[in-house]
């Protein structure tokens, strides 16, 4: 592998359909049809209740979580995009239904609690689509995106 490209995602059973629907330009998280509850990474199956798990699409709308700021060159790809950041953002939809993506430094400048926007970008020249943080200028008062 070339140190100028970024490791590509290899989707398995349990993740194929996250990343087709990404790839499509759709954020989309698997959700329990029987107790309704979103979990993130995908799974065959419930952590909660065991039932086969379908996915749906996600508003996109989150609060920044937590973030580090990358100073050394450690993943391939990046090398020359010191420093990056990578964030972690609390989806809308579910209390505690995390996300990890690059983070505009914006992001990490309106601090824990920020809203944010999930959006998909091209990663590399593997076609995948990946999650990036951006600042969510629509959200309303209060720090919340508004629902």
Same mark, same amino acid.
């Given at each position: 592998?070339?140190?100028?490209?970024?490791?590509?995602?290899?989707?398995?059973a349990d993740t194929i359909g996250y990343w087709a629907m990404a790839d499509e330009g759709e954020l989309h998280i698997a959700?329990?049809?029987a107790c309704r509850r979103w979990q993130h990474p995908p799974l065959?199956?419930?952590?909660?209740?065991?039932?086969?798990?379908?996915?749906?699409?996600v508003s996109g709308r989150a609060t920044l979580f937590s973030w580090t700021v990358t100073h050394q060159p450690c #993943? @391939?790809?990046?090398?020359? &995009?010191?420093?990056y950041v990578v964030a972690i953002a609390e989806l809308a939809e579910q209390s505690g239904l995390r996300i990890v993506g690059r983070a505009d430094?914006?992001?990490?400048?309106?601090g824990a609690g920020a809203p944010v926007r999930v959006i998909l970008e091209p990663l590399g020249a593997g076609?995948?689509? #990946? @999650?990036?943080?951006v600042p &969510?200028?629509?959200a309303g008062a209060g720090g919340r995106p508004p629902s």
């Open positions: 592998m070339e140190l100028s490209t970024p490791p590509v995602p290899r989707p398995d959700r329990c049809p065959e199956r419930c952590r909660l209740c065991g039932v086969r798990l379908g996915l749906e699409p #993943v @391939p790809g990046y090398l020359d &995009d010191l420093p430094e914006a992001v990490v400048a309106a076609g995948h689509m #990946v @999650p990036r943080l &969510d200028a629509g």
